[in-house]
């Protein structure tokens, strides 16, 4: 049976309210294809509140190669924010892969999946090897979680060029780096891999070969700023100890506070939203979508202009001025 769809209006303020089914209803909703569930989600994200959507709460995006840590690390820093008094929520992006099946959640995330804290809400989505590893619909769901936590962390896995879509549809990424693996430094070193905000190199339980990969990676740094002037730092910690995770909660949270002490906030937002959108009309229309409204770079520059508007409706704008053909 097809489900009845929901009032966008009533569901954005139940998602603000915390309400887990409600959440749970909300995520399904945008990843609905159908026509008439398009356009709920469109109602249903315009009708979230704005100001959480342009300066609330931070979106964490937390890549790096397959076993380095990353759920580990998630469920140490959840301990680390719920003391410090922030809600949570986490979209676990898995792999579809065919050897481990994928969905696969940590067995520590899943602990807190099943427990009793009300103020950590966890989804697992299967990336279906669409939109470069990254689910077409991470950044809408992204919004909706946003609404109603403090901080919103998306899990993706990536060495090389998987990470960039994640580092672009986030506040602040962070990279974890495997001991005694020199891939991530040279990727790093070839700028096949942009540079994320935080990198940490976990397992420092394990010794002299994380102490190793923490100095190169911060050779391999050295000076190095973003494209908005941002100095990486480079840290360690164990999830399995539970060592370096107040520095690294307090790493991430540093470069959220630099983005809105310099204004750039809201901007990294808008910036995000055009990655999707420029990225949905790619894989959607090709080079030729995107060269009938007028080629990547002027497209940016008009997405970043314009008034915030819920994706899915700006999405659909684009579309139809791609297929009328201007
Ligand atoms: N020694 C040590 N082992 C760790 C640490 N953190 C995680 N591990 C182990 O590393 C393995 C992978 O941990 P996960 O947290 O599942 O890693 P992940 O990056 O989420 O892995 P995928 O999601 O499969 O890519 C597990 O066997 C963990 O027990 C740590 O701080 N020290
Ligand atoms: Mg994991």
Redo the contacts with the bound molecule.
Sequence with gaps: MIPALPDPTALASAVSARDRLALAQALNLLDDRRPAARQCAAAFLDALPAEKLDTGGHLIGIT????????????ALIQVWRRRGLKVAIL?V?PSSPI?GGA?L???LRMHASGADREVFIRSLACRGEFGGLSAEVWPMSLAMLAAFDIVLV?T?GVGQKEIDVSKMTDTTCF?AQPASGDSIQFLKAGIMEVPHVIVV?????GMAARKTLSELKTTLGRRTDAEGWQAPALS?????GSGIESLADALDGHRRWLLERGQFTARRQRCQAEWLVKHLREEFGRHGIGLLGGESALFTELTHSPRRSPIAAYEDLRVRVVSGF
Excluded: Q, Y
Aim: hydrophobic fraction near 40%; proline fraction near 6%.
């Design positions: 790096g190669p397959p076993g380095a840590g990353k759920s580990s690390l998630t469920a676990a898995d481990s696969l940590g067995d520590r899990e896995v974890v976990n397992k420092e339980d394990i910690a164990s999830a399995a100890l």
